[in-house]
């Protein structure tokens, strides 16, 4: 079976070098001309060499002839890339993490046009993918049959794959987290201290819980990779674009805008989920606040510890 990954930022290549390190894959992207060339992608995973295997290619057309696609792209384009292009008879792989913000929904609805959607998520950073640093993910598919194919397929001798019935669930455990991730890092940024950074993470846990149950997710999907683990990867470590954010936030610093941060369109988009569902997501809410600039960190904090004392 042929293999593609569409979308060459860092997780896209990441994802193209572990998978060309044991067979032929393509890499396609809007701009690859200079990693043609260069055989490295310099502007996201300067100074990790491309195996022989990898073919960097313009030719959208080409990559799309793959059985198998590995949708890299960010969340918020991910719709607009399949309104545009035939995905019917392929077996489409999500690898973003949020939900869009037009629709409502996340990477597998989206990709209902395809033959057979799946998800790829959990703890990973694409420069310890790209490096062949140990690492484990969940795959998840609604279909047994298609789910062990992929998993065979697409792990590798340090990308250790687990299979997950679980697509919703799996799903919201990768767009949730970054959210929290946001929290967390404005939390360290503004000097709060590990033990209010301990806090968040564990209620903002508990809400990604809430928000996963009323999509009918299963409660021991939230405890895998996709959910615990990744929370605790992107909440911890300043490698995260998500944490980076908020460290910024915290801090008042300025922050790139031109970098990819999920965190920020799932967190606008759970205000309707939460209007919707009747849920009550105090943390999700004062992180989209946070991030729109209607509430500044010392407001925010305000905000959540001005809450009516509850039951855990
Ligand atoms: N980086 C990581 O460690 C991990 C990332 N992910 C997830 O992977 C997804 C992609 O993130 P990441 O690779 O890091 O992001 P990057 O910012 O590194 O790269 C995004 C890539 O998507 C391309 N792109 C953007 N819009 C379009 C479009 N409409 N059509 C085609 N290509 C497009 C960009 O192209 P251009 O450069 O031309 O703008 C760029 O190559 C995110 O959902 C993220 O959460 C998951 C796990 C780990
Ligand atoms: O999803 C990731 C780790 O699993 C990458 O996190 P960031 O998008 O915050 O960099």
């Given at each position: 079976m042929s293999v593609a990954?569409?979308?060459?930022g860092a997780f896209g290549t990441a994802l193209a070098i572990t998978l060309g390190r044991q067979g032929p894959v393509?890499?396609?992207?809007?701009?690859?001309?200079?990693?043609?060339?260069?055989?490295?992608?310099?502007?996201?995973?300067?100074?990790?060499?491309?195996?022989?295997d990898l073919t960097v290619s313009t030719q959208l057309e080409t990559a799309l002839a793959a059985d198998i696609l590995l949708m890299a792209v960010p969340m918020q384009a991910l719709a607009g890339f399949v309104s545009s292009h035939d995905l019917s008879g392929k077996t489409v792989v999500a690898c973003c993490k949020g939900i869009?913000?037009?629709?409502?929904?996340?990477?597998?609805?989206?990709?209902?046009?395809?033959?057979?959607a799946a998800v790829l998520t959990g703890p990973s950073f694409a420069a310890d993918i790209a490096r062949g640093?140990?690492?484990?993910?969940?795959?998840?598919?609604?279909?047994?049959?298609?789910?062990?194919?992929?998993q065979a397929q697409l792990s590798t001798p340090t990308l250790r794959l687990y299979r997950s019935a679980d697509v919703i669930?799996?799903?919201?455990?990768?767009?949730?987290?970054?959210?929290?991730?946001?929290?967390?890092?404005?939390?360290?940024?503004?000097?709060?201290?590990?033990?209010?950074?301990?806090?968040?993470?564990?209620?903002?846990?508990?809400?990604?819980?809430?928000?996963?149950?009323?999509?009918?997710?299963?409660?021991?999907?939230?405890?895998?990779?996709?959910?615990?683990?990744?929370?605790?990867?992107?909440c911890t470590s300043d490698q995260s674009r998500n944490y980076q954010l908020g460290l910024a936030l915290g801090a008042g610093r300025a922050f790139d805008a031109s970098v990819t941060v999920e965190g920020a369109?799932?967190?606008?988009?759970?205000?309707?989920?939460?209007?919707?569902?009747?849920?009550?997501?105090?943390?999700?809410?004062?992180?989209?606040?946070?991030?729109?600039?209607?509430?500044?960190?010392?407001?925010?904090?305000?905000?959540?510890?001005?809450?009516?004392?509850?039951?855990?």
């Open positions: 990954v569409i979308g060459a393509t890499l396609w992207g809007r701009d690859v001309a200079g990693m043609q060339a260069e055989r490295q992608n310099p502007r996201r995973l300067p100074d990790v060499h491309f195996p022989d869009d913000l037009n629709t409502g929904f996340g990477p597998a609805k989206i990709l209902e046009t395809a033959q057979h640093l140990p690492t484990a993910l969940t795959l998840a598919c609604s279909q047994d049959a298609v789910a062990r194919d992929l669930g799996a799903e919201l455990g990768g767009a949730l987290k970054n959210v929290i991730a946001i929290g967390c890092g404005a939390v360290m940024g503004a000097g709060l201290g590990h033990s209010a950074r301990a806090a968040l993470m564990t209620r903002g846990f508990a809400e990604m819980q809430r928000v996963a149950g009323a999509y009918g997710a299963q409660a021991d999907t939230l405890m895998g990779l996709s959910g615990l683990g990744d929370l605790t990867l992107t369109a799932t967190a606008q988009a759970l205000r309707r989920v939460a209007a919707d569902r009747k849920l009550d997501l105090p943390i999700c809410g004062t992180v989209a606040d946070l991030v729109d600039g209607h509430v500044d960190i010392k407001g925010a904090m305000d905000l959540l510890l001005g809450r009516p004392l509850k039951e855990e």
